[in-house]
Structure formats: C-alpha cells, structure tokens
C-alpha cells in the first residue's frame, strides 16, 4: 500500500507539471491569437518553476516527488532506488504527464499547433547543442536534488523552493534551444497526445546523462562519506 501511494503520488505530482507548466504553453497560444501581449517566456519559466515548488512541498514527503524519469535514472544509478520501484515511477510519470496532456487537448484544442505545450528545437539548433543544453541544465537540476533532499545535512524545509527556482532559471535559458524541458516525462505526455515525437530522443539522452552524471558528481565530491559520518556522530555525544 505505502509502495501504490508513491507511485499515485508521481502520477499526480507529473500531471499537475503538465497541466499548469505545459498548459501555460497552451494558455499563452491563445492569448496571442487573440491579440494580447500573452505570458511570454518568463511567464511560462514562472508556471513551470513554481508548479514543482507546489508539488514539492504537498507530494516530497510521500514519494519524493521525483516527477522526472530523469531524477528517477539517477537514484538508481546511485543505487539509492530499487530497480523495481524505480521503474514503476517512471511508469507512473510518464502516464500523468500523458493524462495531463489529454486533459489540455479537451480544454485547448487549438493548442495542437504548439504541439500541446510539447518542446521543440529552436531555429538553426543542431542535435548537439540541444543535447548539450538539456544535459547541463538537467545536472544543475538534478544536482540541486541531490544537495538538498537526498543530503541529510541539508535545510529540508527550502529544498521545494530551490528546486523550482532552478526549473524556473533551466526553463528561461534553455527555452530558446530545447524548450528548458530538463525531464523526458514533460515532453514525452504533450508530444504523445500531439502525435509528434520529432527529435524526441533529445530529451530523452540529455536530461538522463545530465542526471546520472550529477549523481555521480555529488557522489564523489560532495556526500558525506561513512566514515564522515560516524566521525560527526561521535563527536555529537
């Protein structure tokens, strides 16, 4: 049961990402056809920053709220996840955010020529540089995780806000290239409702490398070793 709770929790924490962030795409799509100003690229970064913070501080003490394949891929490569555990949040990801994205074809039907708040290459932008701007931005994410959730030493009580703060600042400088999508699942639901997957794999490879590499770094850098610990504990008494 406490198990089918988790993976609840990441089915509704991704489909809140997608509906307000990808929905503030959607939401933006129409104001312009309208002729108004719209939300613009930091109306959108402050949807999608702030969203993760709500989900954060009403979901984090269930599941964690991962809400990112990509969060995910790294605790398991750290082994801090089981494998089987693991794959049932991706599961459970990937299924919000496309069950968020349907309920944004149902309310935004026009939305379909933005693909349903999905993400897509800017302008001249090759496979390479889209990779690399998804997997730098994603290591800043993911790294950010790591240092104030996963960390025992650090404030708990600000991880949601410094995690969003980051998702916000990921989307605002990689929405010119890549979207600033920094999580598979986020593009994986509106492109799986729009019925395109065109240069999909780039939000797939760069956030999970992004990710894995994060971990690693944090990993051997700056996590408190066994030894470090028992020598704190120690000196505690």
Known sequence: MEDFRKYISEFLGTFALIFIGAGSVCANYYLTQAGSPGFGLLGIAIAFGFVVVAVAYSLGYVSGAHINPAVTI??????????????????????????????LKTLFPAAAAVGFGSCSLGSGVTMMQAVVMEAVITFLLVFVVYATVIDKRAT??????????????????????????????????????????????????????????????????????????????????
Not at 91 to 96: D, R, S, T
Request: hydrophobic share 55%; aromatic share 12%.
């Open 74 to 103: 790294s605790l398991l490569m750290t082994k801090r996840m089981e494998a089987k555990t693991g794959f049932m949040y991706i599961v459970a990801q990937l299924g919000g955010a496309s069950c968020g994205a349907f309920m």
């Open 156 to 237: 708990p009580s600000l991880a949601g806000l410094a995690i969003g703060l980051v998702v916000l600042f990921g989307v605002m400088i990689g929405g010119p290239i890549t979207g600033g999508a920094m999580n598979p699942a986020r593009v994986f639901g509106p492109a799986f409702i729009a019925g395109n997957f065109d240069n999909h794999m780039v939000w797939w490879l760069g956030p999970i490398l992004g990710g894995i590499l994060a971990g690693f770094v944090y990993d051997i850098f700056f996590a408190q070793k066994d030894e470090e610990a028992k020598a704190v504990q120690k000196a505690k008494k």
